[in-house]
């Protein structure tokens, strides 16, 4: 099966209002200070065309990046800038499956660029908060948010998450072996946990079944390995 990879729309000519307009010159502010040159543009994921996100534009810059800024995006890559293709398809689902969320309480746990919180919070969920430990990624997530017309709450840490929490939701966040720890952590702080991943082959794990599985691809495309494109959603038992 081919990777899901419709062109999404720009939204760049559709109106925003002045606190949507302000968060996004301060969020476009911040990428340049390591990435001169790129522009995020308001744009709807092909699997979730009624959101809005500042992403990065589709047709990145090819040419190298000196040392020195090399050195930065290493030092603080832009994960929030892109729609990475679990994110999609968690968030997909729970606007396809709105009973997941609504009349819930909801963390989004590595949030990124908040897809799957926003998604959460325009499902039906009662309160959404967003967690990440960067704070750019934070700013993306109220960004976004402001740009879909929602309100979240933000905080970098899962320990300051609310409670009581209905469930908690992540994505992408696997690929460091190191979040493993919160495999067993994230059922202890809510009712419920669904993790989207493309990155571990055969994850087997006693707290988590296997819901359903898709493919996509991570918007703008970074024409990853077709492996990286077969996400799986998985649910704590």
Known sequence: MQPFA?????????PMDSESS?????????????LPGYELVPTHPPLCPSLRLALLEENLPTEPLPEHLSQKV??????????????????????????????????????????????AKRAGATAVTCCDN???ALLSCQTNAALNGVEIALIDDLQQAPSPLDL???????????NFLFLDALPKAASAVLIADSRIKNF??????????????TWPDLE??????HVRVYGSR
């Open 22 to 34: 302000r968060l996004l010159k301060t969020l476009q502010k911040r990428l340049n200070e390591t």
């Open 74 to 119: 290493m030092a603080e890559p832009a994960y929030w800038a892109f729609c990475w293709a679990s994110g999609q398809v968690l968030a997909a689902h729970i606007l396809s499956n709105p009973q997941i969320v609504a009349g819930k309480t909801v963390l989004d746990f590595g949030a990124g660029s908040g897809v799957v919180g926003i998604a």
């Open 204 to 217: 087997q794990h006693p707290r988590y079944e296997l819901l359903t599985q898709q493919t996509a691809t």
């Open 224 to 229: 990853e390995y077709p492996e990286y494109n």
């Open 168 to 178: 908690v939701i992540a994505s992408d966040v696997l690929y460091d072996r190191d």
């Open 6 to 14: 419709m062109k999404p729309q720009d939204t760049t000519t559709q």
């Open 134 to 136: 960067d704070p750019n």
